[in-house]
């Protein structure tokens, strides 16, 4: 079946540091790669997503690159705000993309100033 | 600013009780899903819909959940009866075709004493 891993939180930074959130997947046959993201309280929020191999998905100073030799989409950004403090999770969509989504368990992300 | 809406946000209530969940999708949008989030167990599919027809509820306890879609506009989850274990924030998420970006709801917090 399709799961996804990822490391396990809280991953505790500094403002400004580098951060990666490291995921892996397992599917059959190559699925399209999503990182979502929570706010305390809220839903979940589409942060970046790939849909094919060597595909990079970017958005407000996140950047993740689908790379199918090591079944893995980490998640990156070169200086973290004490706004990012959220969760994030990887999830991938099944080839064909007509059922529900698998999350990884989230890593809860905690920026300190 | 096109959004899918959940009420109640929060439910509290007792053991043995019934519980309705409501989901609005988004206009247009013609599949519809429900996730449950819980410490234990992350993000889990429950059901979907397309075109307002079940397509998979393979991940809900079938003796005390239902889940309908009684117009293109409206979703609804039910327990009944309502147990402690199914304690949890409950999603919807829509789509607006096969492989696009679903768009989750901000969730129905539920608590069964």
């Known amino acids: 079946g399709n799961s996804v891993t990822q490391m396990e939180g809280p991953v505790t930074l500094s403002e400004e540091a580098f951060l990666t959130i490291n995921c892996t997947y397992t599917a059959t046959g190559y699925p399209s790669l999503f990182w979502y993201v929570q706010y305390p309280g809220e839903g979940l929020q589409l942060l970046l997503k790939a849909t094919k191999a060597d595909d990079k998905g970017s958005n407000k100073g996140f950047e993740a690159t689908y790379r199918k030799e090591t079944t893995s989409f980490h998640l990156e950004k070169g200086s973290v705000q004490v706004s990012d403090s959220a969760v994030y999770f990887c999830a991938l969509l099944p080839r064909g993309g007509a059922d529900g989504l698998t999350f990884g368990k989230g890593t809860h992300l905690i920026i300190q100033p | 600013d096109a959004r899918v809406t959940q009420t109640p946000r929060h439910k509290v209530t007792e053991m043995g009780q019934e519980v309705t969940m409501r989901c609005q999708p988004i206009l247009g949008h013609n599949t519809v899903f429900w996730y449950r989030q819980t410490m234990m167990q992350g993000l889990e599919l429950l059901a979907y819909f397309r075109n307002r027809a079940p397509l998979d509820d393979s991940g809900m306890p079938k003796d005390r959940f239902s889940a309908e879609m009684p117009d293109a506009t409206l979703a609804t989850l039910k327990i009944q009866p309502s147990e402690p274990r199914d304690s949890a924030v409950y999603f919807c998420?829509?789509?607006?075709?096969?492989?696009?970006?679903?768009?989750f709801g901000p969730g129905t917090r539920l608590t069964v004493l």
């Open positions: 998420a829509s789509v607006l075709g096969v492989g696009d970006t679903q768009y």
